[in-house]
Nanobody, 119 residues
């Protein structure tokens, strides 16, 4: 079964940039829709951005609260999904996870990677 390992988190100043990586132990090319999620303290996990395989171009979507600041992309050859983020805000502080979406969601989540935004 595919295992997911998130990395790249840490402490970042508000307005700064950071790139998160999600490395899979197996192939992710058959997982059509992959997403990055986050869970802030005391809140439920929420989807932040998704990337869907396309014939020529992958289809990326970001939630309104990160649109224009976050970019998601995938490299199926390397089995990695990335989340590039700019203009961090303190409200973005959370543990960030990756997983499939909907029926493609894997049963076991990774450890996630903590991002703390300081003002």
């Amino acid at each position: 079964q595919v295992q997911l390992v998130e990395s790249g988190g840490g402490s970042v100043q508000a307005g700064g940039s950071l790139r998160l990586s999600c490395a899979a132990s197996g192939s992710i090319s058959e997982i059509n829709a992959m997403g990055w999620y986050r869970q802030a303290p005391g809140k439920q996990r929420e989807l932040v951005a998704s990337i869907t395989n396309g014939d020529d171009t992958d289809y990326a979507q970001c939630k309104d609260f990160v649109k224009g600041r976050f970019t998601i992309y995938r490299d199926n050859a390397k089995n990695v999904v990335y989340l590039e983020m700019q203009s961090w805000r303190p409200a973005d502080t959370a543990v960030y996870y990756c997983n499939g979406i909907g029926e493609e969601q894997l049963p076991h989540w990774g450890q996630g990677t903590q991002v703390t935004v300081t003002s």
